[in-house]
């Protein structure tokens, strides 16, 4: 490659490039991303908008001393081309390569893992405390986003800003976007106050137009602050940041980088926090991502010229599309059902349904723990029916809220846990493999999963009637639906795929392909197992599993989630107390690792949760014949 990009190795030779040369770099940069994402997929939108941003961050500040914290961190593809990962740039989001995050692994210059919104200043107080109690120098800089301060976590960040701290620069990109549009009444009043640029002029005037009042000007920019905030606070953003203990600057054009430069200049040596407004376009310089900031946030692979998306690679529909159509056709014929979302309608495939119903359809923006606490309140009295459709790993984040304001309630709402399995090119961050483990926990909560969209369609159907806090849980990928009748799903029942003897496979939701196909590799070694789906991990079907273990001695078991405290770890605890010490048991699913990005099938390999690995180490576990290692 040419031009000015290929020779940054590191931050530091930005340092002595002029202004054109910056400009230069930065649309070198700009089309560096739009073609590997072009192939990749990966965040788009968000780096498009924050090059010249990250560019005059590098070139003024010095990382990795100074620490830049960022705010879930999908926007630093120009941060991860600048400091020296451009020759790998390629392989982000995929197996083995970058991650679509920041990730200390990689580079020195990244110092979280962050997937999460929310994070970033917390974090940075942290490491702006540790700095102070060791006596170090560095300037501490999270970049956050308009969405982050729809986050409770970053109010309360806020919340605890010492006054007195130094080099502590925040750095607000707003771009007036998160993934959807961000909503709420905070969401309202920062667009009031932060979308007009000529506030930030009005500010600067104000002490000077008190000044001039004729006699009193002098006494009052010397002695009467509180009227002169009194008046700032009418006109000016800086009221809701300076309530914090923050100063603000700005609004700052996020895509001139003189400007930009000029203003952090101007901060390096502040003795107190200062937030920086920075307005940004979301899509900056490809025409297809300004138009549609939502779709091309998490891009699929496009075609460079027109910036169109490929075509699918598969006419089959996801899970979530089966959910977010199905759901949307129920509640075309119960006005009492009620969607919830924290911020995921699109990827959960509810937008349709938020157009057709936007009373019953809920976007509580990145406020996790609210939308699962809301859910309680809005179930309350049991006269609505509540779907909280919330993917695994943010689900996490509200762990107390599903305890205490629904479980021990015992109200019976419903979640629809979406990307429940490995998350692919998103990576550890993302991955939904823990939700089984502390469902589990929980008294009272069913856990069910479907091996396709038809069964999927029929637990939404039937969980009202289960009466109890529920959890359907589903992962991103293709599946198969069908125009059969549906059937009402009772509240624990399993069911036999195939009928066997001796070896009983137990394979939780889409996994019972996986175990059909080794059923069929046990088969030609004159093997013939049985394949259970369970349908509920919780509560578990046990008598059926009592019948099938008075002909079956050894089982396997085979879930996309974490081996620790998942389905395998809870038939196991059924056989150890209802004393079935004689059976053999062999588990299979996610290690007790953190599984970085790749593909669905890569990482399934990797994992050895493929048939031909599974069956291979199934020979070795129970001891079956070598021969048998020869067929495989």
Known sequence: MSGILPTIISPEDLKDLDLPELIELSTEIRQRIIEILSINGGHLASNLGS????????????????????????????????????DQFHTIRKYQGLCGFSHPKESSHDHFLAGHAGTALSLALGVAKNRDLTKRQEHVIPVIGDATLTCGMSLEALNNVPRDIKRFIVILNDNAMSISKNVGAITHILSRLLSNPTLDKLHHELDAIVSKIPSYGARLTKHGHKITESLKNLVSPAAFFEQYGLSYIGPVD???????????????????????????NKGQGMAEAIKNPVSYHGAKP?????????????????????????????????????????????????DDFMKKFPDRCLDVGIAEGHSVTFAGGLCYGRKMKVVVSIYSTFLQRA???????????????????????????????????YDISFLNAMPNMVIAQPRNGHVLKE??????????????RYPNIATDESNEPLIHRELGQGEILAEGDDILIIALGHMTKTALELRDLLAGTGIVATVLDPVFVKPLDTELLRKL?????????????????????????????????????ANFGIPESFIEQGSHAELLDEIGLTPDKIFKSVVVRFGLSQQMLAHA
């Open 459 to 472: 637990l939404l159907e039937s969980s009202f009637s289960w009466q109890a806090p529920a959890a359907i």
């Open 302 to 350: 496009f075609d460079i010229g027109t910036g169109k998306f490929l075509p699918a690679t598969s006419a089959r529909p996801t899970f979530p599309r089966v959910f977010g159509n199905h759901i949307l056709k129920m509640a075309e014929q119960d006005p009492s059902l009620v969607v919830i979302t924290p911020a995921m309608s699109a990827g959960s495939m509810l």
């Open 399 to 433: 762990f107390d809220n599903l305890f205490h304001d629904v479980c021990l309630q015992e109200l019976p709402v419903v979640f629809a846990i979406d990307r429940a399995g490995l998350a692919g090119p998103d990576g550890s961050t993302h991955n939904g493999i």
């Open 254 to 280: 996020g895509h001139d980088i003189k400007k930009l430069i000029d203003t952090f200049e101007a901060l390096k040596d502040i003795e107190w926090p200062v937030v920086v407004h920075v307005l940004t």
């Open 51 to 86: 090059i010249e941003l990250t560019i005059a961050l590098h070139k003024v500040f010095d990382s990795p001393v100074d620490k830049f914290i960022w705010d879930v961190s999908h926007q630093t593809y120009t941060h991860k081309l600048l400091t020296g990962r451009n």
């Open 549 to 585: 273990l008075l002909t079956h001695r050894r089982i396997i078991t085979i879930e996309e989630h974490s081996l620790v405290a998942g389905m395998g770890s809870i038939i196991n605890n059924f056989l150890m107390t209802q004393g079935y010490q004689h059976i053999r048991v």
